[in-house]
Every structure is written in C-alpha cells, then in structure tokens.
C-alpha cells in the first residue's frame, strides 16, 4: 500500500537534490544502506498483492507531481514578470479557491501567468495553475476572471491532473518495483523510480497540453465554478460569458476545451443572474488598472 508514496517521495527527493545541490548528511555508524538500496530492499519485500490494492496520492505526491508538471510547463511558456498583475490574479484567484470544494491543500492555491498569446490555462495537480496573457486578455471583467481561474480550480479540487495519470503506468509500477528494474534500468531501482515519476508528470502534461480531460470532468468543473462564483459574489452568468468567446478558435484552450453549444447551454441553465453587489465598483476599479 505504501510503495507508491515512497517511490514518489523519493523521485521527489532525488530532483530536489538535483536542483538545489542539498549538502548530504554525515553517515551513521555502521553506514546506512544507500537510499536506492533501502528502496529495493522495500520494493521486493511487499508483495503485488499490496500494490493491486492501489490508494490515492497523498497531498504531499500530489504537490510534487505538480511542481514537476508546473517547471516543465514554464520550460515551454515563459512566465509574465509583472509584479501586479500576478498579485491581482492571486488574488481574485484565491477568493474562488476558498469558496471550493477543496479550499486548502498541502502548499496552497498559487497562480502565475505565462507570457503568451496563445489562449490557455493549465491546472497543476496540488494547486499550481497558469493562465496565459492571451486568455486573461480575452476577459472583460474581474468576474470572466473569476470564472476562468474558478474552472482551473475545480479540475485541481477533482483531482482530474492526477487522474490523467495511465493505467499503464500503474502497471508499470507494479512490474518494474522488484530486482528486474534494477537489471532494467542500469541505474537500479532508482533510476526505474524517477523513470516511473517522469512517465506519471508526461501523462499529465498530456492531458494538459494536448488531450484534455473527459466531457464529464468537465461539465463538473463548469458545474462547480459556477458554485464558485456565487459564493464568493461574483456574477455566475461569467463563465457563460466567457465561454462564448471561445466558439470558433483553435489551438491552445481550443482544442484541450471544445466550448460545444451542449455545453454552453448547460452552464446558462445553472447560472441565473444576481444583482450587482457592493464589490462590484471596487472590483471594477481594480480589473481596469491591471494590464495584462
Ligand atoms: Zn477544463
């Protein structure tokens, strides 16, 4: 049961030292077993019976995961450096998640925007989501705003980033855990483990990029920004709003998000109107001084 937590903890902790050339400890007496060693010594001991009993990702696996989706996703798309406009979406961001069905996990809500033209938005499994300038651009007010970062918060609070992850891949855990990989892989079972961690972060990007996710994960995802959005005082007709703008473009949150005339429909007919409230002037206000 635990093998899956410790083959990503570990993927985990072998690219942080990678990255941040973290000193190593001074060694006991007598020397512990090396980290790959102590894994395989794991890995052959528990039997498959334990892994075909596969549980979910901790909070923890799931941050790193998206960490790891996230930095390859910025290799790709340069982030926007603009100190306010960063804020600002962190902001009006963070004021849907609380309003979500998952308002905390394991490091938080955090959102960044690319430097890109290409309309997109990505959800990073644990909570990190990048919106490009291309998408934010299309929005017209604080409340399409709202209703785009809450769409990307639901697919985080559903858990569909991690999902995406293949069956094959699971399989491919179970099969490559015992002395096998070790032969394998040359680099024992280490090196199977960060294959296995890297395979898992390019099944999301897959789904992310180029895939999508299934018609159901996203007609929950509107269902739930539309809650969202009432909650938290914002105009919940937004997301239709914002939807329509999307009929007829291609590329980019096109392809991974066809905005179909079902489901266009189906978001008007859960999203009545409110009353503008109090906010909205200061919202308003704040939305027009941003630029994006
Ligand atoms: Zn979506």
């Known amino acids: 049961m635990r093998r899956m937590a410790l083959l990503l903890t570990l993927a985990a902790g072998l690219s942080l030292m990678a990255g941040f050339n973290v000193p190593s400890l001074p060694l006991p007496t007598p020397p512990l077993p090396s980290q790959a060693q102590k894994a395989?010594?794991?890995?052959?001991?528990?039997?498959?019976?334990?892994?075909?009993a596969a549980r979910p990702l901790s909070d923890a696996e799931e941050y790193y995961l998206g960490?790891?989706?996230?930095?390859?996703?910025?290799?790709?798309?340069?982030?926007?450096?603009?100190?306010?406009?960063?804020?600002?979406?962190?902001?009006?961001?963070?004021?849907?998640?609380?309003?979500?069905?998952?308002?905390?996990?394991?490091?938080?809500?955090?959102?960044?925007?690319?430097?890109?033209?290409?309309?997109?938005?990505?959800?990073?499994?644990?909570?990190?989501?990048?919106?490009?300038?291309?998408?934010?651009?299309?929005?017209?007010?604080?409340?399409?705003?709202?209703?785009?970062?809450a769409h990307e918060v639901a697919h985080v609070a559903h858990k569909d980033g991690v999902s995406s992850i293949s069956q094959a891949r699971w399989s491919e855990v179970l099969t490559t855990a015992g002395a096998e990989a070790a032969r394998q892989y040359g680099g024992g079972v280490a090196g199977a483990v960060l294959n296995l961690f890297e395979g898992a972060v390019e099944?999301?990007?897959?789904?992310?990029?180029?895939?999508?996710?299934?018609?159901?994960?996203?007609?929950?995802?509107?269902?739930?920004?539309?809650?969202?959005?009432?909650?938290?005082?914002?105009?919940?007709g937004a997301l239709a709003a914002v939807l329509g703008k999307m009929s007829g473009g291609s590329g980019g949150i096109f392809r991974t998000h066809p905005p179909t005339a079902e489901r266009l429909a189906r978001v008007r007919s859960v999203s009545r109107e409110t009353a503008p409230g109090p906010k909205d002037r200061v919202r308003a206000e704040r939305f027009q001084r941003v630029k994006f």
């Open 40 to 52: 395989a010594e794991v890995l052959t001991k528990t039997g498959t019976k334990a892994m075909q």
């Open 67 to 149: 960490r790891a989706v996230a930095a390859r996703l910025l290799a790709r798309y340069p982030l926007y450096r603009d100190p306010e406009a960063t804020l600002y979406v962190n902001q009006v961001g963070l004021t849907v998640a609380r309003k979500s069905s998952r308002p905390h996990t394991f490091r938080g809500y955090h959102f960044a925007v690319l430097d890109s033209q290409e309309p997109n938005a990505f959800a990073c499994p644990g909570g990190l989501i990048l919106v490009t300038r291309g998408l934010l651009r299309m929005c017209a007010t604080e409340d399409e705003l709202a209703a785009v970062l």
């Open 203 to 236: 099944d999301v990007i897959r789904t992310l990029v180029v895939t999508g996710y299934s018609r159901q994960a996203e007609e929950a995802a509107d269902r739930e920004a539309v809650s969202m959005l009432t909650r938290s005082g914002y105009q919940p």
